[in-house]
């Protein structure tokens, strides 16, 4: 068994997934890390087994399995039986009316929220992305690349790290085999990374570079996606040379705010802090006397912009999350959700228990 957890490590298996499973129910079956998520069944792969596998249904969106998850198979038909907890999961409204939660990626480690040391180099995006990774409960690294054109590299690190309290920040030449090295922490055995940015900021590039292959086009030129139809005939998850893996799908290259207030407020925690000392607890930092928002813009240590990007994405996700907890009146997913969140939170603050 110590044996089989070991090779496990290789995908990314952790205590945190150990504990969940009982001696017998580990016996018993094969845990299994979801690859790709097709119409008609799972790519899975594990030490002993990787191929085709049916679905696993689930009474909710979110009980469903997504890339990244981990699953434990039936040991000879390799049928899914049970979906493990997840220690991140990223998320979106689905596309349609209806506004159903999309799953877009599970259990990875970190974000690269990647831009560039030039005219591309935009807060407001790079804020947007920050708030995804708080609201899935992954790290972010700011990823700027093209270092190598830019005449004051220092200029963009500083102003990156005016956007986030902590964050962590790495500027790179995408093409030079040198950035796997600057990215090696986060790219080791067992790690699990995704990456987002606009167009042309070097995804495909940095991707070819950590897996040491050329397994993505960088001409820069878009993929061709009809609507909502995505023709990706290729593997959602790539290997990394330095033995991590690297979450690749065209869901994480689309993703917008859904239902993010935790994550927006974990990027903007300066304002949120500030907006706890306003004199009213309703003030909407306006006119309001004792307003401590519109005091920091005054005397210079807010920038108003930065409050400007802070409504826009609350306004933003107020209009997502008001379709959402529509839905989730309707099911039971809300009392799971908040059983999950507990735990999560419990385990969190009790490593004892992982
Ligand atoms: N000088 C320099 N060029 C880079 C760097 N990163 C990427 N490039 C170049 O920028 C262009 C675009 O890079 P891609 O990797 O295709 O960008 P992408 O993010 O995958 O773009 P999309 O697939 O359109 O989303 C290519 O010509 C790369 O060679 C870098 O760090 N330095
Ligand atoms: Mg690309
Ligand atoms: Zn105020």
Redesign the pocket.
């Known amino acids: 068994m110590t044996h089989q957890t070991d090779d496990l490590a290789d995908y990314g298996w952790t205590p945190f997934f150990q504990s969940q499973v009982g001696i017998d129910e580990f016996d018993a079956t094969l845990p299994a890390r979801v690859l790709a998520v097709h119409r008609g069944g799972l790519d899975v792969a594990q030490p002993a087994f990787s191929g085709r596998i049916a679905t696993l249904d689930g009474p909710d969106d979110e009980d469903r399995p997504t890339v990244g998850d981990w699953l434990l198979l039936d040991r000879t038909t390799h049928m899914p039986r049970r979906l493990l907890d997840r220690t991140s999961v990223f998320k979106r409204k689905a596309a349609g009316s209806d506004r159903r939660v999309q799953l877009i990626a599970a259990n990875v480690d970190t974000l690269f929220v990647?831009s560039?040391c030039n005219q591309d180099f935009n807060p407001a995006r790079i804020e947007r992305y920050l708030a995804l990774a708080h609201e899935a409960e992954v790290t972010p690294l700011l990823v700027l690349?093209?270092?190598?054109?830019a005449d004051d590299v220092d200029d963009y690190r500083q102003r990156a790290s005016a956007l986030s309290p902590g964050l962590l920040i790495e500027t790179?030449?995408?093409?030079?085999g040198h950035?796997a090295e600057t990215l090696l922490p986060w790219c080791g055995r067992g790690q699990t990374v995704a990456l987002v940015?606009?167009?042309?900021?070097?995804?495909?590039?940095?991707?070819?570079t950590l897996t040491g292959q050329d397994v993505?086009?960088?001409?820069?030129?878009?993929?061709d996606d009809a609507k909502g139809r995505h023709t990706t005939t290729g593997r959602s998850m790539h290997r990394l040379s330095a033995g991590g893996w690297l979450l690749d799908t065209p869901g994480m290259?689309e993703l917008q705010l859904a239902d993010v207030a935790a994550g927006v407020d974990g990027v903007f925690e300066d304002v949120v802090a500030l907006t706890q000392s306003c004199r009213f607890t309703d003030c909407r930092h306006e006119t309001e006397p004792g307003c401590a928002v519109r005091a920091a813009i005054e005397d210079g240590s807010l920038d108003p912009d930065r409050l400007k990007r802070y409504r826009k994405l609350q306004a933003e996700d107020a209009f997502n999350s008001s379709t959402l907890a529509e839905r989730r009146a309707r099911g039971r997913a809300f009392g799971r959700m908040v059983k999950d969140v507990m735990k999560h939170k419990r385990a969190l603050s009790d490593p004892g228990l992982d």
């Open positions: 990647m560039s690349t093209k270092a190598d054109l790179l030449d995408a093409r030079d950035a940015g606009s167009s042309g900021v070097g995804k495909s590039t940095l991707v070819n993505q086009d960088t001409k820069g030129i878009r993929e290259r």
